[in-house]
């Protein structure tokens, strides 16, 4: 499998790195990847991860508008029937879900309910720890679940799973191999490009310490991102985007995935979050604009990885850490949950639309939801189904892929 | 001994770095030619007296402590409480920075990591620190009594819920697995059987220890191949009676001060001295500072820094306190050392996990960012809480008013070669390989004119080494 990708990956960045590629219209380039790509399940698997950090009220995102106890529950916050955007006649979108719902109905977009774990810890931070990592509530692991991937599969650059952020996100960090954080490439130029940084680099390829030591690794890093970095740089040179998208940060580094995307890069894995999810007062107003900054800039994201002849190549994946309390608490808000909802887009979904049933709001654990589907069942799918890793090497043990891809 | 046969300076800093957070240069021009075993003694003699954080005074407890059901008054508590904890972190750091008592601080940063645990309550926090500090160098049985009974670990570890109707687990699988024995040497049915016995170990509402008989379950338990109507107090007592506990112990804290690979040989002989001292933690760092091989080649610059390891120390390179203060509590996070927020009971995984692309340009640019006013072009990461400890997320700029004078002081030589040799002992511990030296002072040269600007420009590209990363 390995040569087979090198090879491709040869190829195309052969063809891509000449110097008209840049000149060439973006459906040209579409083309030119048809080429290089015959047949759709050559194409290359690219994983975008977004993280809803503060735990995203996912009954009021999917809404089970049908269901009395929601209503009964939340006489506050509950969204009236009559805004809801129907999915299947039982739930239904958050009004400011609309452009997402265009995905919907493209049959671009899968709705996982009741994603969860095991003895959910309602803290933000073990949750998140729990879900970056892909352990058990009992377990504490120092590595990232995209991190291990990359030990298993890439070793060699970090820049084969980016982070785009300042720092870099436990999700991304393996044993051997940790993945890059960056803002944008131009960014990341610059800080490399600090004269000490280029001197010690210079230094280290002259001559690399040659023991196994910390000081190697550190060299060792450091060339690495030197050498990440001007690649990153040169490929964004060349792209040009016409899409445009929403003015938020978020929506920006969407704009860099897809360029990076779109110009070829050799990344594998992208991660990105959106803060803010965290609705204990108020809830109403601040869900709304943070689900629509969501969903425009996914929408945005989506348009331009088709203008681009990308989007068959990428699978798009939205969690939080955990969804909230069944009722709404005295501050029209709400309080930290459990299990909740997940989106999965992409164009070669196997089960697109609601996935499996509507969370049961009549059986809780004290006032939450139970989940049905563990999280590390959607992980050892994508890893199975589109990263072609066997989930057990990732996750130390086997779950039941799903059906969705 | 043998580092007391040739040049003493290497082994001084090696010595300081370890057991402290390095020298400062006035303590380097007086101790550099000292002999290690000098420098120990001095050290241990410091860190005598227990000295506790006092951010807190009786006032701000009593109105932390309060009860109401005023949810308005209930969340400026929340507030205040995190602002507390915020002064706390930076009175810390200045103890650290400070120089006085450094073993002790370094022990007590030592079990922060190991005794991991976070509380929103800076009071509970305060508290916490104080008993780590107390007991940091004394006896690990009465650390490890005091740290079961202090609030914060017994609201972190849920033993409020711990009842008997109820046993919760949590306490009881952390002080086997993390805190005492490690995996391997005890059963499902222990934790069980542990978690019984801390039944009813709770706090007030002023933070105190209590005990609730009627919540504490006084059935006889099955402990270890033991058997008894045991309470908490025996179970910690049947775990110290275990050598697997000093041999823990002694292993992670060879793994923190000598070599993250440990020597089995160099382990098990202070694990057996550590036991038949009844856990007297001062010998055992004793006897790790005074072995031969502590000085060894293979023990010397290959630990990565901690970040916090890192901050401490350029303050006591530079002499100076970081201003904004806040920005030191900003780099902690973004380089992923926050302290009173480690990551989870584990504590933070050390060595190469603090280093990515983005921690090591960053600890790059610091020297560069707080000397030369480079800006520094990062943000931190959201944490989503709408409650989580609210930092500035973006600093452009930092002030650092540097005596240069000072702190070349140590370096009254004229030749500029001498003086690159001795900024390097002072800053590195040991000389960087020669091609490094060389391109390092090319640069300074051309760079710089005056004596002052050399002296400066020799510190800033020293500390922006990837050597420097390393003590």
Not at chain 1, 212 to 230: G, I, M, P, W
Not at chain 1, 267 to 272: D, Q
Request: one cysteine or more; hydrophobic letters at 35%.
């Amino acid at each position: 499998m390995k040569t087979y990708t090198n090879r491709r990956r040869f190829l195309k960045n052969s063809a891509l790195a000449t110097a008209g590629a840049s000149l060439i219209p973006g459906f040209l380039k579409a083309f030119e990847r048809q080429q290089l790509s015959p047949a759709p399940h050559e194409r290359e698997k690219i994983l975008v991860v977004v993280q809803l950090s503060g735990g995203n009220d996912g009954l009021n995102t999917v809404i089970p508008y049908r269901n009395d106890i929601y209503y009964r529950s939340r006489p506050n916050i509950a969204l009236p029937k009559e805004k809801v955007l129907n999915l299947n006649g039982e739930q239904g979108l958050h009004p400011s879900l609309l452009p997402l719902k265009r995905l919907y109905d493209q049959g671009w977009l899968s709705i996982l309910n009741e994603v969860g774990y095991p003895n959910p810890d309602r803290s933000h931070f073990r949750s998140m720890d729990i879900w970056q990592t892909g352990s058990s509530a009992s377990e504490y692991w120092n590595t990232g679940w995209l991190g291990r991937y990359l030990d298993a599969c890439c070793q060699g650059h970090p820049h084969q799973a980016i982070d785009v952020d300042d720092t870099l996100s436990l999700a991304l960090k393996g044993k051997q191999v940790k993945g890059l954080a960056m803002h944008d490439p131009k960014k990341l130029s610059r800080m490399v490009q600090q004269e000490h940084i280029q001197t010690l680099t210079t230094h280290y390829k002259e001559k690399p310490p040659h023991d196994n030591t910390n000081l190697h690794y550190l060299y060792k890093t450091l060339s690495e991102t030197v050498s990440s970095a001007e690649y990153l740089q040169e490929k964004v040179k060349k792209a040009k985007s016409s899409q445009d998208y929403p003015q938020s940060a978020f929506a920006k580094n969407l704009q860099t995935i897809a360029q990076l995307i779109n110009a070829g890069a050799s990344t594998k894995v992208y991660y990105t979050s959106l803060s803010g999810f965290d609705t204990h007062v108020n809830q109403d107003i601040r869900q709304k604009r943070m689900l629509e900054s969501y969903a425009s800039g996914i929408e945005a994201f989506v348009k331009d990885l088709q203008q681009g002849g990308t989007f068959e190549e990428v699978l798009i994946l939205t969690f939080s850490e955990f969804g909230r309390r069944v009722e709404e608490n005295a501050s029209k808000g709400t309080d930290h949950g459990t299990a909740n909802n997940l989106f999965v887009i992409g164009k070669s979904l196997k089960q697109a639309g609601v996935y499996n049933p509507a969370p049961n709001l009549t059986q809780l654990d004290h006032g939450d939801l139970i989940y049905s589907i563990d999280f590390r069942e959607v992980y050892a799918s994508i890893l199975e189904k589109w990263l072609d890793l066997p989930g057990k090497q990732v996750l130390g043990r086997a779950f039941q892929p799903l059906n969705f891809l | 001994m043998k580092p007391e046969t040739k040049t003493q300076v290497p082994y001084i800093t090696h010595l300081a770095q370890r057991a402290g957070f390095g020298l400062s240069a006035r303590e380097f021009a007086r101790m550099r030619n000292w002999k290690p075993s000098k420098l120990l003694n001095f050290l241990l003699k410091d860190a005598k007296d227990f000295c506790p954080l006092e951010v807190l005074q009786q006032d701000d407890i009593r109105l932390l402590v309060q009860k109401t059901n005023n949810k308005a008054l209930r969340n400026q508590r929340k507030k205040q409480s995190k602002e507390k904890i915020k002064e706390l972190n930076l009175q810390w750091i200045q103890r650290m920075a400070g120089g006085q008592g450094r073993l002790r601080e370094k022990m007590t940063l030592f079990w922060h990591n190991h005794f991991a645990c976070r509380s929103n309550n800076a009071h509970l926090v305060q508290m916490q620190n104080n008993t780590l500090r107390k007991y940091a160098l004394g006896n690990f049985g009465h650390l490890l009594l005091a740290v079961a009974k202090d609030p914060a670990m017994l609201q972190f570890l849920n033993n409020r819920q711990n009842r008997k109707a109820h046993p919760n687990e949590n306490f009881a699988r952390e002080l086997l697995e993390l805190f005492t024995i490690g995996r391997g040497h005890y059963s499902e049915e222990d934790i069980k059987n542990a978690a019984r016995a801390f039944t009813g170990w709770t706090f007030d509402q002023e933070g105190k220890f209590v005990f609730r008989k009627r919540h504490h379950d006084f059935g006889k338990k099955d402990f270890m191949g033991k058997r008894g109507n045991f309470g908490g107090e025996d179970i910690l007592q049947i775990i110290l009676e275990n050598r697997n506990t000093a041999r823990f112990i002694t292993e992670k804290i060879y793994k923190h001060f000598v070599n993250h690979v440990p020597e089995p040989e160099h382990v098990q002989s202070l694990a057996k001295a550590f036991y038949e001292s009844e856990y007297d933690i001062t010998r055992l760092l004793k006897a790790v500072f005074s072995a031969d091989w502590f000085y060894d080649t293979s023990n010397r610059g290959n630990f990565i820094k901690s970040p916090v390891a890192l901050l401490v120390g350029l303050q006591r390179h530079l002499n100076q306190t970081f201003e904004p203060e806040e920005i030191t509590l900003f780099l902690q996070k973004v380089l992923g050392q926050l302290l009173f927020y480690p990551p989870n009971v584990g504590g933070w995984p050390e060595g190469q996990a603090w280093i990515d692309s983005s921690s090591l340009t960053l600890r790059l640019s610091l020297a560069g960012f707080f000397l030369n006013q480079r800006p520094l072009q990062v943000t931190s990461k959201e944490d989503g809480d709408m409650n989580g400890l609210k930092l500035k997320r973006k600093f452009q700029q930092a002030r650092l008013a540097v005596n240069w004078k000072e702190i070349t002081s140590f370096s009254s030589s004229n030749t500029s070669e001498k003086r690159l040799y001795q900024t390097s002992e002072f800053l590195l511990g040991h000389l960087p390989d020669e091609k490094t030296l060389q391109l390092l002072n090319a640069y300074v040269e051309t760079n710089a004119s005056s004596e002052e600007e050399k002296a400066k420009l020799m510190f800033v590209s020293f500390m922006s080494l990837p050597e420097y990363q390393l003590s």
